[in-house]
């Protein structure tokens, strides 16, 4: 039976991923922490602590408490709010992550963290990018995430630690926003769709970049975990991918459920510059050949779910 130490539970993916995990393993055998409270389901219907991920000690304490073997390192900042405080995001997200490796290697846990399409950069190949290929990106982001793969890889390979991990694409939900990505466009085109019936984009028409649907994503966490280790060649950073899409894509979706959207421009040039260094595609196939990657949601498929679940949100 795996216990579960979950970081950064109230973000995007944890908000979400804590209540599947529950569901799947049992609530006692879920310890979700963040470095801040709410009154959401996740502090509320199971176990929840306090954690800040760059403290070493507290995290260890807490994983020795609960005598967790299976850790889900989540916390972190993400490549618009990277881009602002990049000392801040070395330490966060280099120091957070080098701390729960250590706390997984002194007691022995299984380790999964994510990487994300920011692990690439401009002089990677654009169009269905590869699993194994030319990385060398341009934002600290992008630093943080390769060298997290690459810390990941040496965890297994000296130590013999169980590490996996999925190189994400943009995550789309609708339970808890994401905070500071250059991807969040393609999240907030669909609250403000429900809203206000118009979104201004701060990404540039005919920008693709990858996506996948949150209830995808969470499968693709749980199926990795439990995928025969025998099976996996690459463990760290698979890519996976449900579509490669563009703002218009997107608006031409919403327009089948709210004929009168509107989609005007107003791009921000940071935040393009760092969706330019990306790919516009990338290549699942590593992912679907050594545990089974599937995706359910194509953006049609997606579109109509999402605008039904903030609906209903709504109401
Ligand atoms: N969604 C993330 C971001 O935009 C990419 O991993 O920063």
């Not at 997984?104 to 963290?113: A, H, K, L, P």
């Not at 579509?243 to 393009?272: C, G, W």
């Not at 699942?284 to 359910?296: Q, R």
């Amino acid at each position: 039976m795996k216990k579960i130490l979950l970081t950064g539970a109230l973000g995007q993916i944890g908000t979400e991923l804590t209540d599947k995990l529950r569901k799947t393993y049992g609530t006692d055998n879920v310890i979700a922490t963040d470095i801040r409270e709410n009154d959401s389901h996740v502090v509320k219907d199971g176990l929840f602590e306090i954690l800040d991920v760059t403290d070493a000690a507290a995290m260890a304490e807490i994983a020795q408490k609960h005598k967790v073997d299976t850790i889900i390192h989540l916390a972190a900042l993400l490549s618009a709010t990277a881009e602002a405080k990049p000392l801040l995001a070395w330490n966060l997200n280099m120091g957070g992550l080098v701390n729960a490796l250590e706390v997984s290697r002194e007691q022995n846990c299984q380790f999964f963290t994510p990487s994300s399409i920011g692990a690439f950069g401009p002089i990677t190949p654009k169009s269905l990018t590869p699993q194994d290929t030319i990385q060398r990106p341009t934002t600290m982001y992008g630093v943080n995430k390769v060298a997290g793969e690459l810390l990941c890889d040496y965890y297994y390979h000296k130590f013999g630690l169980d590490t996996r991990g999925l190189r994400f694409p943009g995550l789309i939900s609708y339970v808890a926003p994401p905070g500071g990505g250059t991807t969040d466009y393609a999240v907030e085109i669909y609250y403000e769709a429900i809203e206000k019936g118009s979104y201004t984009s701060y990404i540039d028409k005919g920008t693709y970049m990858d996506m996948m649907y949150m209830p995808d994503a969470l499968n693709a966490i749980v199926n990795l975990m439990e995928a025969d280790p025998a099976k996996l060649k690459h463990r760290n950073s698979f890519n996976v991918t449900a579509m490669s899409i563009e703002p218009e894509m997107v608006a031409a979706e919403i327009r089948k459920h709210i004929p009168s959207f509107t989609l005007d421009y107003n791009v921000d040039p940071v935040r393009q510059s760092i969706a330019d260094s990306w790919p516009d595609s990338i290549d699942a196939t590593a992912a679907k050949e050594e545990w089974g990657f599937e995706a359910e949601y194509d953006l049609e498929k997606m579109t109509k779910d999402m605008l039904t679940k903030l609906e209903e949100k709504k109401a």
